[in-house]
T-cell receptor, first 112, second 119 residues
Framework: KNEVEQSPQNLTAQEGEFITINCSYS?????LHWLQQHPGGGIVSLFM???GKKKHGRLIATINIQEKHSSLHITASHPRDSAVYIC??????????????FGTGTLLAVQP | EAGVTQFPSHSVIEKGQTVTLRCDPI?????LYWYRRVMGKEIKFLLH????????ESGMPNNRFLAERTGGTYSTLKVQPAELEDSGVYFC?????????????????FGPGTRLLVL
């Protein structure tokens, strides 16, 4: 079982819908990242969270450290939001490397 | 400011051949990470450089993979000899800080990846 689990794996929505992607992890972390990858494109960092909530435009990310769970919300979804959304956690080894452990990603398709 | 760049964007080679991937991090970034995604799997960590030193190479799959970062600027990842299971997308990322605490607060900036296909 992967240390980082995302759900759903695939998601199809209609334009304008509110979207939620979930991420659960089983290791101790120092931070959690939400990343976005458009088809054929590179990976872009959307958020880095260690507590609470962050908002950027129509995107909102929340994290509950006690429950080891994070959610990424997209309000008023648009076809240009179609992409793979990846959750990654940073495991902190007391000053050593802070490598990222990734979920498998959620493929989002927003239809007009 | 230029982002993280990787070369080549695509590479198709035959089993047994050698391939060298290059990553140029954002200028001034001391931390450089290599990751890869094999077909259908999640992205996995390969190794981490701080300047020219290997901080963590626990994700390197075997001794067919050799990473270098001479001079602490760009990095190369050589696969020799390549096997079919090495096919995938190899990503490089960089971040700025050097101390452990600063590093955990940093965003990693990813390159576009190199798509490697071993036939």
């Amino acid at each position: 079982k992967n240390e980082v689990e995302q759900s759903p794996q695939n998601l199809t929505a209609q334009e304008g819908e509110f979207i939620t992607i979930n991420c659960s992890y089983s290791v101790g972390i120092s931070a959690l990242h939400w990343l976005q990858q458009h088809p054929g494109g590179g990976i872009v960092s959307l958020f880095m969270l260690s507590s609470g909530k962050k908002k950027h435009g129509r995107l909102i990310a929340t994290i509950n450290i006690q429950e080891k769970h994070s959610s990424l919300h997209i309000t008023a979804s648009h076809p240009r939001d179609s992409a793979v959304y990846i959750c990654a956690v940073r495991v902190y080894y007391g000053g050593a490397t802070n490598k990222l452990i990734f979920g498998t990603g959620t493929l989002l398709a927003v239809q007009p | 400011e230029a982002g993280v760049t990787q070369f080549p964007s695509h590479s198709v080679i035959e089993k047994g051949q050698t391939v060298t991937l290059r990553c140029d991090p954002i200028s001034g970034h001391d931390n450089l990470y290599w990751y890869r995604r094999v077909m259908g799997k999640e992205i996995k960590f390969l190794l981490h450089f701080v300047k020219e030193s290997k901080q963590d190479e626990s994700g390197m799959p075997n001794n067919r993979f050799l990473a270098e970062r001479t001079g602490g600027t760009y990095s190369t990842l050589k696969v020799q000899p390549a096997e079919l299971e090495d096919s995938g997308v190899y990503f490089c990322a960089s971040s700025q800080g050097t101390s452990g605490y600063a590093r955990i607060k940093e965003t990693q900036y990813f390159g576009p990846g190199t798509r490697l296909l071993v036939l």
